[in-house]
């Protein structure tokens, strides 16, 4: 862990968060094209930067599968996008904090006789006190790494085979808050005092790691695979938190941000524009291409962390190729 702390130092350059900074001023390019009849799966797609994409995409004429865990509130999406824009929408219900869950919408989604054009894998979940999923795992991490890693591993025959399709992860500036790296060691957090921050940073590091050797395994398939930090826009995320923070978040910080609506333009343009043919393995804040934290593109720490994610998860013994 010394080592790679000194290597990261090192490998820090203060021009790039110059450009960070710089580029969260900056508005996300646009997108004229139409996506009639693509079809489109977005998780988490009831509130928030999820909603506000879905109807982005409907408007443009895309068929839309939903994976969100609330039933009532995605046959109520599904009814209005349906009625106002006249696509065809459709869900599946899936706790994604819950492995059985994760294996199953995904066993689903590989079973499609059909193409999937688009990925985003929108849902997430931030916790300021550490929580456990039913199989014992850190929620942070399960909801933004795990969830994400066990869908794109069990689609990647399937996409290929379809010889096109982009996947967008929604990632997050938030990664530099795992700014020493991610402890492999620990990635439940069982030896660690918990942090928030910190347990987010780690989650969204992993995910950044994951898209360094998905995107190799994927190269010359027609199949991209890229992450995106969608803005400081305000979201429902954290209200699983207690009464003090869902107050700052709502009387101060919310007062801060922007509208999901850049997150949207952003997503939709990086899931359709001609521009990004062919562009994989890439960090953007918004449209914008930038060079994430050091630890984020440790390739070393992205082997071990890819074989350690395969051990959690049982995937080793799945018959698709590593």
């Given at each position: 862990m010394r080592r790679k702390t000194r290597q990261y130092i090192k490998e820090y350059a203060w021009s790039n968060i110059f450009a960070m900074i710089r580029n969260n001023r900056k508005a996300p390019k646009l997108c004229t094209y139409g996506f009639k009849d693509k079809f489109v799966v977005i998780t988490g797609a009831t509130s928030g930067i999820g909603y506000i994409t879905a109807r982005k995409y409907a408007s443009r004429g895309a068929t839309l599968l939903f994976i969100n865990r609330n039933k009532e509130k995605s046959e109520k999406l599904c009814s209005e996008i349906e009625h106002e824009f006249g696509v065809k929408c459709d869900y599946r219900i899936a706790d994604l904090s819950c492995m059985t869950d994760i294996f199953r919408v995904a066993e689903q989604l590989r079973a499609f006789d059909f193409p999937i054009d688009v990925i985003i894998h929108n849902a997430g979940v931030y916790l300021t006190k550490r929580e456990l999923t039913p199989e014992g795992l850190e929620k942070v991490f399960v909801v933004h790494y795990l969830s994400s890693f066990i869908i794109n591993y069990l689609l990647m025959e399937k996409l290929k085979a379809q010889e096109k399709a982009r996947i967008i992860m929604v990632g997050s500036e938030g990664h530099r808050f795992a700014a020493w790296g991610i402890r492999l060691d620990d990635l439940n957090w069982e030896k660690r005092r918990y942090s928030g921050l910190k347990s987010y940073g780690s989650a969204k590091t992993a995910q950044l790691l994951s898209m360094i050797l998905f995107a190799d395994k994927l190269k010359d398939s027609g199949v991209t695979m890229n992450t995106m930090h969608p803005g400081a826009v305000?979201?429902?995320?954290?209200?699983?938190?207690g009464f003090f923070y869902r107050?700052?978040?709502?009387?101060?910080?919310?007062?801060?941000?922007?509208?999901?609506?850049?997150?949207?333009?952003?997503?939709?343009?990086?899931?359709?524009?001609?521009?990004?043919?062919?562009?994989?393995?890439?960090?953007?804040?918004?449209?914008?291409?930038?060079?994430?934290?050091?630890?984020?593109?440790?390739?070393?720490?992205?082997c071990e962390l890819w074989d350690e994610t395969l051990k959690m998860t049982g995937l080793k013994d799945v018959n698709t190729i590593v």
């Open positions: 305000k979201t429902k995320t954290g209200q699983e938190n107050w700052f978040k709502r009387n101060l910080f919310d007062k801060t941000l922007k509208s999901p609506e850049i997150s949207a333009e952003a997503l939709y343009y990086l899931g359709v524009s001609k521009e990004l043919d062919g562009v994989t393995g890439q960090f953007f804040n918004l449209t914008t291409h930038e060079v994430p934290a050091p630890p984020a593109l440790d390739r070393e720490v992205a």
